[in-house]
């Protein structure tokens, strides 16, 4: 049996990538992070994209929200990822029109494979199609498409694709009924 030995962990980033991450953050805790929630929206929007995100002009990125690769964000049209949340894109996180991660969701593209004594990282890409909502609290994992208009509840959490137009709730999430909008 192999024994779990970290010191022989290697980070599969380069200096550059790390130096980008380190800049960024710095840039964000200087010149965002303390704006009032979502004032300052097309002021951040132009940091995010100096960084490399593919953000629309209409996207909402409150001030508390963190993000660990800009490069690896797009954002569509009326997306928003209100305050606190956690955008952990080491992969690509994708945000589609109209879709919105409420305040202190996790979005995780990597983890690290455990049955490696080496415990190399793993990354996989996440999807929120147009229409969707993440509510407050709940994480989704990596890899995970969250269909067209369906709705992620306060604190489920998410390890596998959620079906268009339905509701999930709990840990780990399950079906709780179909997703109608009604007339206005």
């Given amino acids: 049996m192999n024994e779990i030995d970290l010191s022989k962990y290697v980070n599969p980033f380069g200096a550059n990538h790390q130096a980008i991450r380190f800049i960024w953050s710095i840039v964000w805790a200087l010149f965002a992070s303390w704006l009032p929630r979502s004032l300052g929206s097309k002021w951040k ?48 996180v994708k945000i589609g029109a109209n879709s919105t991660i409420s ?26 199609e147009d229409q969707a909502w993440v509510a407050s609290g709940a994480f989704v994992g990596m890899g995970v498409t969250i269909r067209q208009g369906a709705v992620v509840g306060a604190c489920a959490a998410v390890f596998r694709d959620v079906e ?13 009924k179909r997703r109608v909008i009604q007339d206005a």
Avoid at 72 to 87: P, Q, R
Avoid at 103 to 128: K, R
Avoid at 169 to 176: E, L, S
Wanted: positive net charge; glycine residues 4%.
């Fill in 45 to 92: 929007r132009f940091l995010l994209r100096i960084f490399g995100a593919k953000i629309d002009a209409t996207a909402v990125i409150y001030s508390s929200a963190r993000i660990y690769y800009p490069a690896n964000l797009i954002m569509e049209h009326y997306s928003c990822l209100a305050s606190e949340v956690n955008c952990y894109n080491v992969a690509l």
């Fill in 103 to 128: 305040q202190g969701a996790y979005l995780c593209t990597a983890s690290h494979d455990i049955n490696n004594p080496l415990h190399p990282l793993v990354t996989a890409p996440i999807v929120i």
């Fill in 164 to 176: 268009p137009w339905t509701v999930v709730g709990g840990n780990p999430a399950k079906f709780i």
